[in-house]
Every structure is written in structure tokens, then in C-alpha cells.
């Protein structure tokens, strides 16, 4: 098993390396098929997992049973570590995203047993402190108003240095955003015509980064 490409295990020692590797299982999956660690289907899944192909969701369902999608992990990418360390661990269900999907995941307390390295311990330290600083930047952004100057605002955070948005479904957009998916494809589609955005694929481009902070800080064009 090959977990060198994952960034969470950029930092690994050679004996947390042979440790993770001879304690994780392979599972492939079917897009939306649900992630079922060993023999117990039905449980949600409390270990740790790094995706190596295709992607996974994690959703849950709101009080009056409504699917809610609350985190995308790609190839290369780590999940559960979020809920390794916490006293009240919510129960999330994860969903293979494409087809197909393999992910390499070992149980909680094998995980629990990595964590005594050291530089593994101090890698979710990291990760867990940076989605902490997300979600702070969740709450600014989902304090503004009206909605495009939301979505504009989420854009530019979601940008990267060459300005490549690599973006969600509009749906996912919608729900992280406390709107409704219409109003996400409207206001895409607007900055798309004006010249704002440029699309090319699964990626999206800044055409006009000054014209979006103009537009995320609520100024009419």
C-alpha cells in the first residue's frame, strides 16, 4: 500500500509509515455507496481513512430528515481525523462522491495507536487547528450581505494564488452558504457572462479579481 503521495503522511517516520500501512484496509467503492468498515454495516465509521482514488462525502441528516452533504475529501486526502480526539464525536456517514472510489482506512483504536508518534500527532494538531480557522471564516463570510456579495466573498477565500477555483456542487455551494442552490447557479452564471469568471472543466478562473472584492463588498456594477 502506497501512502507516501498523502500529505498527512508527509512527516511520517519510516516505522509510522510500516505501522499504518500494516494496520489499513482497502475498501472499494461504487459511487454512493456508503463506507462500511468491517463487518458491522450500519455503523458509522470513527477510525481513520486517507482516500487514494475518486472522492468521499461525508452527509448527515437535519431534524426534519433532510441529506445534508458537510465535507468533500479527495484523492490523497485524510478523513476522520477531525473526530479522533473529540469528547462528543458526531456520527457522520460517509458517501463514495465518484466512481470508482478507494479509500485505505484503519479502525479507531489503531488509529489512536498512530497518534503516539509524534509527527503524526502533531500533523492532525495542524489539520484540525487550520478547519478550525475555516469554520471562522465560514461564520464572517455567512454574515454577508445579500446573498452575491456572499457568494463573490466565498470565492476570493476559495481562491488559490494563480486564482484557480476548484468549486463544490452548486447544492453543496448552497448549503455552506445559507442559501438556496438556484440563487448559487444565478449569481455563477452572472459572473460567468460578465466576464468576471472563466470556466475551463472541473476548474474555474478569476478573470477579474478586483471586480469580484467589488462585487463581495456589495458595490453595484
Do not use: Y
Amino acid at each position: 500500500m502506497t501512502l507516501t503521495p498523502c500529505a498527512f503522511f508527509s512527516t511520517a517516520s519510516t516505522p509510522a509509515l510500516q505501522f499504518a500501512a500494516s494496520h489499513m484496509n482497502l475498501l472499494h467503492m461504487r459511487r454512493r455507496e456508503v463506507l462500511h468498515p468491517g463487518a458491522q454495516p450500519g455503523q458509522p465509521f470513527a477510525g481513520l481513512g486517507v482516500v487514494l482514488q475518486g472522492g468521499l462525502q461525508a452527509i448527515d441528516l437535519t431534524l426534519d430528515g433532510k441529506e445534508v452533504g458537510l465535507m468533500n475529501v479527495g484523492p490523497h486526502e485524510p478523513f476522520g481525523h477531525t473526530l479522533l480526539l473529540a469528547e462528543r464525536p458526531i456520527e457522520l456517514t460517509w458517501v463514495a462522491s465518484s466512481n470508482p472510489t478507494t479509500a485505505a482506512v484503519m479502525e479507531r483504536d489503531k488509529a489512536l495507536q498512530l497518534l503516539a508518534f509524534p509527527e503524526m500527532m502533531a500533523m492532525v494538531a495542524r489539520l484540525n487547528g487550520q478547519q478550525v480557522n475555516d469554520l471562522l471564516g465560514w461564520q464572517k463570510v455567512q454574515a454577508i450581505h445579500p446573498v452575491s456579495a456572499r457568494v463573490c466573498a466565498w470565492l476570493l477565500r476559495q481562491s488559490h494564488k494563480d486564482s484557480v477555483l476548484r468549486l463544490p456542487t452548486h447544492a453543496e455551494m448552497a448549503w455552506k452558504l445559507n442559501t438556496t442552490r438556484e440563487s448559487v447557479t444565478r449569481v455563477l452564471q452572472k459572473l460567468l457572462t460578465e466576464g468576471v469568471l472563466r470556466r475551463d472543466g472541473d476548474d474555474w478562473h478569476m478573470v477579474s479579481p478586483s471586480t469580484l472584492e467589488e462585487m463581495a463588498r456589495g458595490e453595484d456594477r
